[in-house]
């Protein structure tokens, strides 16, 4: 399945750039990734303060920081799309920002391994 996926995405993401290229140039695509990493990285770099200033807060609280871990997860998967050049991996990234999405993969992800381990 990894193997797969290795191989689908930049497929994908080749014919994204051929499709987009011919019809806004190359240094309009270049522009604009180039813009979308720059932006992902600002997000994930106030996304990720944010998230430890609330895992201080908490665990001084004697709470412990279970949200801000999984934030800090899908922050790190961000980041890792957001910073490689590419669309789709750049759609992916931004939308690991958004709480409804991060809820629903964790979601599948827990069911998958509780399945997995039974």
Known sequence: MIFLLFILIPIIEISIFITIGSNIGILNTIAIILLTAIVGIFFVKRQGLNLLFN???NMA?????TEEIKG??????S???LITPGFFTDCIG???????VQNFVSRHARNYFHSRTR
């Open 79 to 81: 980041g890792l799309l």
């Open 94 to 100: 931004f939308a690991m920002f958004l709480k409804p």
């Open 55 to 57: 895992a201080q807060r």
């Open 72 to 77: 800090g997860i899908f922050l790190l998967i």
């Open 61 to 65: 609280q004697g709470i412990m920081p």
